[in-house]
């Protein structure tokens, strides 16, 4: 099975295991986290009540401090991603793929990595390691003195390493308007399949929530 196959059959069992109610939080964990949602102004839409459980459910998971890995919120836009992601995702710093892009074009790659990184406190808090990156793909691919880098694709990995030494405390939240084989045409099988590893997927559909 190639890294594509896998990253699909990974979404499919997130799917299967939201279905089967397998996250291991119970339905009234799952109820609190809706109405914390609605009194935050979160909203179900429309035909996207499935993704609205699926939200619902991960938050509860965090709230039971029984999360893992982090999300990686994908669909059209207007749907809610960057919304959810300020309102409940909250890591220590919150960063735009188009940003990135622009200090890569500025400083260069080993720059980025290490601002990114930065590890300068001795007593850290909890969050500190939690990223936030939003609007992933939206940024144009990285020029710099003649060279072409997908700076984010580098990102991603660094993330996944951040993830794999520390758990949730190294989770990040990810937004992003493509599809995930839209993600491997850009960014490579290798570190899409790490995406779909170190965070649940969660596609938001429905109805643009700007043109309502
Ligand atoms: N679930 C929701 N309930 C209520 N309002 C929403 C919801 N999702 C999105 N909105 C409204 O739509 C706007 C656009 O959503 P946003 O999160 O920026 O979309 P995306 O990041 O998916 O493009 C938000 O600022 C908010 O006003
Ligand atoms: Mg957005």
Known sequence: MDSIDQLIAGLAEQAEARRAGRPGVAEAQIERACRRMQAAGYWPAKGAEEAYRALATWLATVAAGQATRGLLLWGEPGRGKTFFLSRFCLAARTVRALQIAELYQEWGRAKVLTWLEQDILDVVPDDYYRLTL????????????????????????????????????????????????ELADRYGERTTSRLAEMAAAIHLDGPDWRME
């Open 134 to 181: 939003d609007d992933l793909g939206a940024e144009p691919t990285g020029k710099r003195f003649g060279e072409t880098t997908e700076i984010l694709a580098d990102v991603i990995d660094q993330r996944y390493r951040e993830w794999q030494r520390r758990g949730w405390g190294g989770a990040t939240f990810f937004s992003t308007n493509l599809a995930p084989p």
